[in-house]
Structures are given as structure tokens and as C-alpha cells.
């Protein structure tokens, strides 16, 4: 019955994602909200959606590790497991924003979390409410520092699959029916993803970590693999980097912030601290020579074999 929870929970999860990114969307626009901000706010939020239920609801049942790992688990398959998937199949030219800037503050925020956690084994409330602060001013700047160019923003909604939005009285009912079976979905989603994590982790004699990390962690990602393989298949190789370092950027600040700021995080699994943090920094160091140094702004197909030789290296030595 645990799997059927897990995989009933993992199903419910994208679902609701999906169906709540529609009717979010949908509704800011409507709301005259431009779509730079749609793509930058609603949709990163509405994505990271299965991270921050899931953690949160790990969290308030005292399965932290799990709340640590789904992020971390999440942020490492984004950069050598969705990325590398993609890679291999769409080779990629890499903007300098992406990788002087955005790269950078994918970064800044992984050693703040690091910093954090690392001396006393706890996420405290404060430093949760510094992550979301930063979340704030990251959003803000980027928002800030983007060119209004409507055409270009539409566009590049659209390499995320989000549908148009058109001005009509049965749309703003499928509007409001998209965002309450999205909050629905994820929320009964997320409790059978744990409970059935849970009992997986007890039956099999691992650690909350290891499950956090991999099964959960996994099937959280699953939208941002969907949302990068979408943008390449239209083209927007590019969009698929930056989606990926902004999710990994909104799961530290948005999903642990907010997590943190209900409830204290202690690291209970040293590993966390000693393993998981430390391969996940040295795998975006990887992503940087690839991109600076030996490719100049490229990815090519070679190089996206790598990533994902990264992530199986990751996964022997924590299943092994």
C-alpha cells in the first residue's frame, strides 16, 4: 500500500502543479499583471509548488531530513540529472546573464543555506526569514533589470507551455476550477507522497535522507524536466538553463524560507551537511568550468553525458 501512496502522491503532485500554474497564470493576467512578472513570480511559484508542500508537510510531522533533502535532492537532479537529460539531447548556447549573474545567485543562495545550517544543525526562524527576504529583492531585481519587451516575454511564456489567456466568462470558471483542484491535488498529493516515503524509508531500514533525496526529491522535479524539455523542443535552449538555476534558486529561498518560518529545521543526518551540500556545490562548479571554461558559452552533448554521470556517481554512493 506504501507504494501505491508514494505513486498516487507523485501523480497527484504534477497534476495539481500543472493545473494550479493554468489557473495562477490565467488569474494574474487578468489581474493586468505583465508577463515578465507571470513568468519571473506565478509560474516559479506555482512549479516549485510539490518542493513547498512537500517540505512543509514533512516539516510540521517532524520529518525534516526529508524537507532538507527534497531541496537538495531537487536542486542537484535540476543541475545534473534534468539538465544533463537535456543536454544530451538539445546542446545549448548559454547567455552571459546567465552564467555572470543568475548563476551567481544560484550560488550566493546555496552557501547562505550552507552557512546557515552547517555549525549548529538548524534552520532557525530568523535565517528562514533572511531567505525569504532575499527572495524578495532576488525577484525584484530581476524583475527590475528585465527589458518590457511584451513580445519576448510572451514568447518565452509560451516555451513554458502556459496556454493564452482569452477574455471569456467559461474561462474564468475553468480559471477558478484550475486553481482549486491545483491546491487540492497538491495538498492531498503531498501527504500520500510522505506517508507512503515514510513507511518505504522504515520498511527498507534507510534514512529519511536517503529518501528525501532521491525518490522524493526525484518526483518533485518532474515539472521543471517537463517545463526544460518543452522549452527545447520549441527552440529556447537557453529558457531551459535559466528555469532550472531559478528553480534551484526559488527552492532555497521560497521553499525552505517559508518552511523555516513555520517551524525550526534542524539537520538530523550528518550526511546532509557532510556529503549532500558539498556534492551539490562541487556538481555547479562542474556546470561553470563547462560553461566558461571548456565549452565558452556552450553545452554540448558530451558534456550533458557528464552531468548525468555526475548524478549516477551521486546516487551509487548514497544507495550503495
Same mark, same amino acid.
Given at each position: 500500500?506504501?507504494?501505491?501512496?508514494?505513486?498516487?502522491?507523485?501523480?497527484?503532485?504534477?497534476?495539481?502543479?500543472?493545473?494550479?500554474?493554468?489557473?495562477?497564470?490565467?488569474?494574474?493576467?487578468?489581474? $493586468?499583471?505583465?508577463?515578465?512578472?507571470?513568468?519571473?513570480?506565478?509560474?516559479?511559484?506555482?512549479?516549485?509548488?510539490?518542493?513547498l508542500l512537500v517540505s512543509v508537510g514533512a516539516a510540521l510531522n517532524g520529518y525534516t531530513d526529508i524537507s532538507f533533502g527534497n531541496v537538495v535532492g531537487s536542486n542537484l537532479a535540476n543541475i545534473a540529472l534534468i539538465l544533463g537529460v537535456t543536454v544530451c539531447i538539445f546542446p545549448m548556447v548559454v547567455s552571459e546573464k546567465t552564467y555572470k549573474v543568475d548563476y551567481w545567485i544560484m550560488m550566493v543562495a546555496t552557501f547562505l543555506l550552507f552557512g546557515f545550517v552547517y555549525f549548529d544543525s538548524l534552520l532557525s526562524f530568523n535565517e528562514a526569514v533572511i531567505l525569504v527576504v532575499a527572495l524578495v529583492a532576488y525577484n525584484t531585481f530581476m524583475i527590475l533589470s528585465s527589458k518590457k519587451d511584451s513580445k519576448a516575454e510572451k514568447e518565452q511564456l509560451e516555451a513554458l507551455g502556459e496556454p493564452e489567456v482569452k477574455s471569456s466568462p467559461k474561462k474564468v470558471f475553468m480559471m477558478v476550477a484550475f486553481l482549486l483542484a491545483g491546491i487540492a491535488s497538491l495538498k492531498y498529493g503531498a501527504q500520500f507522497l510522505i506517508e507512503g516515503a515514510v513507511t518505504i524509508a522504515k520498511t527498507w531500514g534507510v534514512s529519511e535522507r536517503v529518501i528525501g533525496i532521491t525518490v522524493v526529491s526525484i518526483g518533485t522535479s518532474l515539472p521543471e524536466l517537463a517545463a526544460s524539455l518543452v522549452a527545447s523542443f520549441k527552440?529556447?535552449?537557453?529558457?531551459?538553463?535559466?528555469?532550472?538555476?531559478?528553480?534551484?534558486?526559488?527552492?532555497?529561498?521560497?521553499?525552505?524560507?517559508?518552511?523555516?518560518?513555520?517551524?525550526?529545521?534542524?539537520?538530523?543526518?550528518?550526511?546532509?551537511?557532510?556529503?549532500?551540500?558539498?556534492?551539490?556545490?562541487?556538481?555547479?562548479?562542474?556546470?561553470?568550468?563547462?560553461?566558461?571554461?571548456?565549452?565558452?558559452? $556552450?553545452?554540448?552533448?558530451?558534456?550533458?553525458?557528464?552531468?548525468?554521470?555526475i548524478y549516477a556517481l551521486y546516487l551509487y554512493f548514497v544507495l550503495k
Amino acid at each position: 500500500m506504501e507504494y501505491f501512496y508514494l505513486i498516487l502522491g507523485l501523480v497527484m503532485l504534477l497534476v495539481g502543479g500543472e493545473w494550479l500554474v493554468r489557473g495562477a497564470v490565467d488569474l494574474a493576467l487578468r489581474l $493586468k499583471i505583465s508577463v515578465l512578472v507571470v513568468g519571473m513570480t506565478v509560474v516559479s511559484f506555482a512549479t516549485s509548488a510539490p518542493e513547498l508542500l512537500v517540505s512543509v508537510g514533512a516539516a510540521l510531522n517532524g520529518y525534516t531530513d526529508i524537507s532538507f533533502g527534497n531541496v537538495v535532492g531537487s536542486n542537484l537532479a535540476n543541475i545534473a540529472l534534468i539538465l544533463g537529460v537535456t543536454v544530451c539531447i538539445f546542446p545549448m548556447v548559454v547567455s552571459e546573464k546567465t552564467y555572470k549573474v543568475d548563476y551567481w545567485i544560484m550560488m550566493v543562495a546555496t552557501f547562505l543555506l550552507f552557512g546557515f545550517v552547517y555549525f549548529d544543525s538548524l534552520l532557525s526562524f530568523n535565517e528562514a526569514v533572511i531567505l525569504v527576504v532575499a527572495l524578495v529583492a532576488y525577484n525584484t531585481f530581476m524583475i527590475l533589470s528585465s527589458k518590457k519587451d511584451s513580445k519576448a516575454e510572451k514568447e518565452q511564456l509560451e516555451a513554458l507551455g502556459e496556454p493564452e489567456v482569452k477574455s471569456s466568462p467559461k474561462k474564468v470558471f475553468m480559471m477558478v476550477a484550475f486553481l482549486l483542484a491545483g491546491i487540492a491535488s497538491l495538498k492531498y498529493g503531498a501527504q500520500f507522497l510522505i506517508e507512503g516515503a515514510v513507511t518505504i524509508a522504515k520498511t527498507w531500514g534507510v534514512s529519511e535522507r536517503v529518501i528525501g533525496i532521491t525518490v522524493v526529491s526525484i518526483g518533485t522535479s518532474l515539472p521543471e524536466l517537463a517545463a526544460s524539455l518543452v522549452a527545447s523542443f520549441k527552440g529556447e535552449q537557453e529558457l531551459s538553463l535559466g528555469n532550472l538555476i531559478g528553480s534551484n534558486i526559488f527552492n532555497i529561498l521560497a521553499v525552505l524560507g517559508i518552511t523555516g518560518m513555520l517551524i525550526d529545521l534542524p539537520v538530523k543526518s550528518p550526511e546532509l551537511l557532510t556529503f549532500d551540500f558539498p556534492y551539490l556545490i562541487g556538481a555547479c562548479l562542474v556546470l561553470l568550468l563547462f560553461i566558461v571554461g571548456i565549452g565558452r558559452g $556552450k553545452l554540448s552533448r558530451w558534456q550533458g553525458a557528464v552531468m548525468l554521470s555526475i548524478y549516477a556517481l551521486y546516487l551509487y554512493f548514497v544507495l550503495k
